[in-house]
């Protein structure tokens, strides 16, 4: 009988698990509550077991429910990768790529790989965004962009595919007039000795961390909604923080900034974030994404290179 079962069957699972009701699922799907019923109701038959505890107000998922749950949604996603992947197959390139990156990423990378892009498909317009944090992985669940590229292991969704990149060097760094910079004479200073002083930190425009904060040791901070502010408060000797190691090369080449004297924040101030390609598992790329994404994963291995 497990034959038997469909595709229709594991969605109406599905939208019933996640609207809480029968009625809730119904009005989802558009269709009929006594359908919905009969769907579940032939879905337990096949499958010999109880999905829904229908003794109170609201239908709840049974233990047995609950650990199907995990694996037909598993099935939903690939059946909608191979739909994406099948139908990019046979689609023709792009009108439009949209991308959001994260700030962290070289953005000396993206334009070197959007000119590549545009070699091949000159046609192709590129709308890109600029997004801390959680703002890659937003545009991709909304919809508003085909790629993403986040950085670090904070952010994950089961319906976005991650491929790794690169390793971003994140570096503290404070104004070489602010008094870190001449603290610790000669020692590295401790977690609570960097506490003592106002940190930047970038925040999260999405709901997606949760108002989480990341690497933040100071009470005292100064919280940002962009990569270039953050980088110009550090520089105007306001507070230390940290910044992606390619922007602010010349920086410390020049002595504008310099690596604060800790442990703390990783060996010699510095910790590799990785940075990711994403996408959405039921939308495959289009010709131009893959371009895209080739030209940047061939970028990324030269920049890896001694």
């Keep these: 009988?497990?034959?038997?079962?469909?595709?229709?069957?594991?969605?109406?699972?599905?939208?019933?698990?996640?609207?809480?009701?029968?009625?809730?699922?119904?009005?989802?799907?558009?269709?009929?509550?006594?359908?919905?019923?009969?769907?579940?109701?032939?879905?337990?038959?096949?499958?010999?077991?109880?999905?829904?505890?229908?003794?109170?107000?609201?239908?709840?998922?049974?233990?047995?429910?609950?650990?199907?749950?995990?694996?037909?949604?598993?099935?939903?996603?690939?059946?909608?990768?191979?739909?994406?992947?099948?139908?990019?197959?046979?689609?023709?390139?792009?009108?439009?790529?949209?991308?959001t990156i994260d700030v962290l990423f070289p953005s000396p990378l993206i334009g070197a790989a959007l000119a590549t892009l545009r070699e091949r498909y000159p046609s192709v317009s590129i709308r890109l965004a600029i997004e801390p944090l959680g703002g890659p992985i937003a545009a991709l669940l909304e919809r508003r962009s085909a790629l993403a590229i986040t950085v670090g292991e904070n952010f994950r969704d089961p319906r976005i595919a991650v491929e790794a990149l690169t390793a971003i060097e994140m570096i503290a760094v404070v104004a070489a007039t602010h008094p870190l910079a001449r603290s610790g004479e000669g020692r590295l200073l401790t977690r609570s000795e960097l506490a003592a002083y106002l940190q930047i930190v970038q925040i999260d425009p999405t709901p997606i961390s949760g108002a989480q904060d990341f690497g933040v040791l100071s009470p005292q901070t100064c919280r940002v909604t962009g990569q270039d502010t953050k980088h110009a408060m550090i520089l105007a000797g306001l507070g230390w923080g940290r910044l992606p190691g390619w922007l602010i090369e010349r920086d410390l080449a020049e002595g504008r900034l310099v690596r604060v004297a800790t442990a703390a924040l990783g060996r010699n101030a510095q910790l590799p974030a990785e940075a990711y390609l994403a996408h959405r598992l039921d939308e495959a790329m289009g010709p131009a994404a893959r371009a895209f994404a080739q030209a940047l994963a061939r970028l990324c291995e030269v920049r890896a290179r001694p």
Excluded at 55 to 64: C, D, K, M, V, Y
Excluded at 73 to 98: D, M
């Design 1 to 99: 009988m497990l034959d038997a079962l469909t595709l229709d069957q594991m969605r109406t699972f599905m939208a019933v698990a996640e609207a809480g009701s029968f009625r809730a699922a119904a009005t989802r799907l558009s269709r009929a509550q006594s359908a919905i019923s009969h769907a579940i109701a032939n879905l337990e038959a096949q499958l010999g077991l109880s999905l829904f505890d229908r003794s109170g107000h609201r239908p709840a998922l049974t233990a047995e429910g609950k650990a199907l749950l995990a694996d037909i949604r598993e099935v939903l996603l690939r059946v909608g990768a191979l739909k994406a992947r099948a139908h990019g197959l046979s689609r023709g390139v792009e009108i439009e790529l949209s991308l």
